[in-house]
C-alpha cells in the first residue's frame, strides 16, 4: 500500500542535482511531496493533482506520471539547506500513504 | 500561522502502561491524524478523524485507539504499551478538501520510549 521511494539515501556535494522518485503499486490520484528536517516535523512542499502536471517551489520541482503510478522530485543546485528526509505521499480514498522516505545530504 | 502541538516531547513508559499522546491544533481543521514513525519505513498512519467523535482505522490501527471530542484535540490511546511501539509519533491536521487537495500541518512529535 505504501508508496516506494528511491534512492533510499543520497549525498550530494552542494550545487549538485538530485532526483528522488517515489512509486506505488497502486494508482495514484495525487501526489504530495514533505521534507522533514533532522529533529524538526515534516513540512509541505508541493502537491501534484493531475498526470502530467509539473510544479516548483524554488529550486526544487516536481512531476507526476499518472499512468506509470510515478513522481519525481528534482533538487537543482543543491543548497546545505536542502539536508533532510523527505517524503512522497498519496491519498487514496479515506486513507493517506506515506512514501518510505529519502535521506539526502548535501555536503560542503 | 497554523500551530500544531503535541502534549510531550518525550516520553518514557513501562510495559503494560496506559498511555496517552495528546494533540490539539489552532486552525479549527476538520482532518487530524496520527502517525508513527520508524527508521526505513517512513511515517505510517494509525488512525484519522474528519470530525469530532468519527474515526478511521488507518495502516497500522492494532494495539491503539484514538478519542476526538472536540474539533481541536486528538488523542491517541495506548491501551497497554509494548515494547513494540516504542517509536516517533506524530500528530498533523488539514482542512477537509475533496480530491486530495489537503496539506497536513505537523506536530514537533512525541518520542516515547516503552521499557
Known amino acids: 500500500q505504501q508508496p516506494v521511494q528511491s534512492p533510499q539515501a543520497v549525498i550530494l556535494r552542494e550545487g549538485e542535482d538530485a532526483v528522488i522518485n517515489c512509486s506505488s503499486s497502486?494508482?495514484?490520484?495525487?501526489v504530495h511531496w514533505y521534507r522533514q528536517k533532522h529533529g524538526e516535523a515534516p513540512v509541505f512542499l508541493m502537491i501534484?493533482?493531475?498526470?502530467?502536471e509539473q510544479k516548483g517551489h524554488e529550486k526544487i520541482s516536481a512531476s507526476f506520471n499518472e499512468k506509470k503510478q510515478q513522481s519525481s522530485l528534482y533538487l537543482t543546485a543543491s543548497q546545505l539547506s536542502y539536508s533532510g528526509t523527505y517524503f512522497c505521499?498519496?491519498?487514496?480514498?479515506?486513507?493517506?500513504?506515506f512514501g518510505t522516505g529519502t535521506s539526502l545530504t548535501v555536503i560542503p | 500561522d497554523v500551530k500544531v502541538t503535541q502534549s510531550s516531547r518525550y516520553l518514557v513508559k513501562r510495559t503494560g502502561e496506559k498511555v496517552f499522546l495528546e494533540c490539539v491544533q489552532d486552525?479549527?481543521?476538520?482532518?487530524m491524524f496520527w502517525y508513527r514513525q520508524d527508521p526505513g519505513l517512513g511515517l505510517r498512519l494509525i488512525y484519522f478523524?474528519?470530525?469530532?467523535?468519527?474515526?478511521e482505522k488507518g495502516d497500522i490501527p492494532e494495539g491503539y485507539s484514538v478519542s476526538r471530542e472536540k474539533k481541536e484535540r486528538f488523542s491517541l490511546i495506548l491501551e497497554s504499551a509494548s515494547t513494540n511501539q516504542t517509536s516517533m509519533y506524530l500528530c498533523?491536521?488539514?482542512?477537509?478538501?475533496?480530491?486530495?487537495?489537503?496539506?497536513?500541518?505537523f506536530g514537533p512529535g512525541t518520542r516515547l520510549t516503552v521499557t
Open positions: 486552525m479549527d481543521h476538520e482532518n
Open positions: 497502486k494508482a495514484l490520484y495525487s
Open positions: 478523524s474528519y470530525d469530532v467523535k468519527m474515526k
Open positions: 505521499g498519496t491519498d487514496r480514498g479515506n486513507q493517506f500513504y
Open positions: 501534484l493533482l493531475k498526470g502530467g
Open positions: 498533523a491536521s488539514s482542512f477537509l478538501l475533496t480530491g486530495g487537495q489537503y496539506e497536513q500541518y
